[in-house]
């Protein structure tokens, strides 16, 4: 059974920087997708960035395009979201999830995914 779990939320102001980590475990397909998503008070589950675990390619939304930077430690399974120049609408639950294979035409569609971790909360306020 597969497992991830967010670390690295906070409360920070607007233009400061924040690193987020995903450790993820147990996944056994032979090819998948590693997402960040986060969703805000009231609002739907928006996807935010994702890396291929197998090549390490990396995807975006315009929406932190410039801003924020995923990684991957291959060693220890671990997806970093580093956050720099936050905004106030980048605030809300940041969620790591698992993909089987690389859907291009799904990156940011939530039920494309199969497994979640529980999130961790960024609020980002002056």
């Known amino acids: 059974q597969a497992q991830l779990v967010e670390s690295g939320g906070d409360l920070v102001h607007p233009g400061d920087s924040l690193k987020l980590s995903c450790a993820v475990s147990?996944?056994?397909?032979?090819?998948?997708?590693i997402g960040w998503f986060r969703q805000a008070p009231g609002k739907e589950r928006e996807g935010v960035s994702c890396i291929a675990a197998h090549n390490g390619d990396k995807y975006y939304a315009d929406s932190v395009k410039g801003r924020f930077t995923i990684s991957r430690d291959k060693t220890s399974n671990t997806v970093s979201l580093q956050m720099n120049s936050v905004k106030p609408e980048d605030t809300g639950v940041y969620y790591c999830a698992v993909m089987r294979g690389v859907l291009l035409l799904r990156l940011w569609e939530p039920n494309a995914y199969s497994y979640w971790g529980q999130g961790t909360l960024v609020n980002v306020s002056s």
């Open positions: 147990g996944v056994t397909f032979p090819y998948y997708t």
